[in-house]
């Protein structure tokens, strides 16, 4: 999960053994696509112990990387808090947060559109991911803190248009 509890600053040894499975498994399933089931079970072993090896030396930057979507998204969400008209929950391990827009009563598709012509911001309408997400927006959490609170800022005055 790429946001958990703030206790815990590293992976813990049955996160880490998740992860090197899940290389491990997505390794197996890319080999098993290709057709090459008959590759030797060494192969898949040293994957294990290299996938390892990579996640332990490259676990500072995971959680740095971890600790800043954390601060994006917690910058987000108490910004969106306070705006009128919409309201979003946070998301727990993705690197995106839908944004409900069901109260100004327009179609997502509709606001988006209103929303990058007036203020400049992009955000992408969410009916097309099934019934719980009609009337969402998605906004990337990817963008720099300084883009992301400047968005936030555009998308609340954009807000305040609507409210007159």
């Known amino acids: 999960m790429l946001f958990r509890s703030e206790l815990d600053g590293r992976m813990d040894v049955k996160q880490k053994r998740a992860w090197i499975d899940l290389l491990v498994r997505a390794r197996k ?24 090896g990579l996640l332990e030396k490259y676990l500072d930057e995971v959680e740095a990387m971890r600790a800043e ?14 705006m ?27 606001f988006a559109f209103r929303l990058v012509e007036a203020e400049g911001v992009s955000l992408l309408p969410c009916d097309g991911f099934g019934p719980s997400a009609i009337g969402h927006l998605r906004l990337s959490l990817s963008a720099s803190m300084e ?5 936030c800022r555009r998308l609340e005055r954009f ?6």
């Open 29 to 52: 399933d890319s080999y098993k696509r290709w057709g090459k089931e008959d590759i030797h079970r060494g192969l898949f072993a040293s994957f294990e112990e290299e996938a390892e």
């Open 69 to 82: 979507f954390r601060a994006r998204r917690d910058r987000v969400v108490e910004m969106i808090s306070r």
């Open 84 to 110: 009128p008209l919409v309201r979003c929950t946070p998301p727990e391990g993705s690197m995106f947060l839908m944004i409900d827009i069901r109260e100004t009563g327009l179609a997502s598709e509709d």
């Open 147 to 151: 883009r992301l609170v400047e968005a």
């Open 159 to 164: 807000l305040r248009g609507l409210n007159r």
